[in-house]
């Protein structure tokens, strides 16, 4: 059982617009702790998405974007492409757990 | 260009020891926290340890707390995981990933992991 919350999976077509959300508490994302997301493609190792809740690395395409209200952040995903299908992780601080937490991960499956 | 190389996996029996080994090149490894995460097969991610830029400050997550030890030689650029008493659970891909220079906000980058089995 993780401490943030995701959608075990989502799914959408070339072109279309998904949205992943991330779902905390008052011990991490409730007490203003910021958000960041990651991108693993099969087999490989996790990517920084988004960090901050909604700042993009360079390199990272415009089509990924993160936005945060109250206690659930989401990261979208426009323009989908093949190359988006893999797990995405959000991940926070926990204040309670005095611990940095993940999400249990959101399989995006392109159709 | 950034590059985390881990090395030390493998086969250990249950109540063995490993040691981790992080490899870094590309930035100044003594002016960065540094992190080990995990993830056990099909599973998510979970957050192992943390260490500071001079070693003075160490977390760990509970599940290895007195098992395990976070530490790093910055004149050798490598990162290190001590792993004692392990067990069938500790069972995951082990991944380097390179924190901030105040602190550990995100984890960026990761080396391409190595594999630790728990296991008679």
């Known amino acids: 059982q993780s401490v943030l919350t995701q959608p075990p999976s989502v799914s959408g077509a070339p072109g279309q617009r998904v949205t992943i959300s991330c779902t905390g508490s008052?011990?991490?994302?409730?007490?203003?702790?910021?958000v960041h997301w990651y991108q693993q493609l099969p087999g490989t190792a996790p990517k920084l998405l988004i960090y901050?809740?909604?700042n993009r690395p360079s390199g990272v395409p415009d089509r990924f974007s993160g936005s945060r209200s109250d206690t659930s952040p989401s990261l979208a995903i426009t323009g989908l492409q093949a190359e988006d299908e893999a797990d995405y992780y959000c991940q926070s601080y926990d204040s309670g757990l005095s611990a940095w937490v993940f999400g249990g991960g959101t399989k995006l499956t392109v159709l | 260009e950034v590059q985390l190389v881990e090395s030390g996996g493998g086969l250990v029996q249950p109540g063995g020891s490993l040691r981790l080994s992080c490899a870094a090149s590309?930035?100044?490894?003594?002016?960065?926290?540094m992190s080990w995460v995990r993830q056990a097969p099909g599973k998510g991610l979970e957050w192992v340890a943390n260490i500071k830029k001079d070693g003075s400050e160490k977390d760990y997550v509970d599940s290895v707390k007195g098992r395990f030890t976070i530490s790093r030689d910055n004149a050798k650029n490598t990162l290190y995981l001590q792993m004692n008493s392990l067990k069938a659970e500790d069972t995951a891909v082990y991944y380097c990933?390179?924190?901030?220079?105040?602190?550990?906000?995100?984890?960026?980058?990761w080396g391409q992991g190595t594999l630790v089995t728990v296991s008679s």
């Open positions: 990933a390179r924190g901030y220079v105040n602190g550990v906000p995100w984890f960026d980058p």
């Open positions: 590309g930035f100044t490894f003594s002016t960065y926290w």
């Open positions: 008052s011990s991490n994302i409730g007490a203003g702790y910021d």
């Open positions: 901050g809740n909604s």
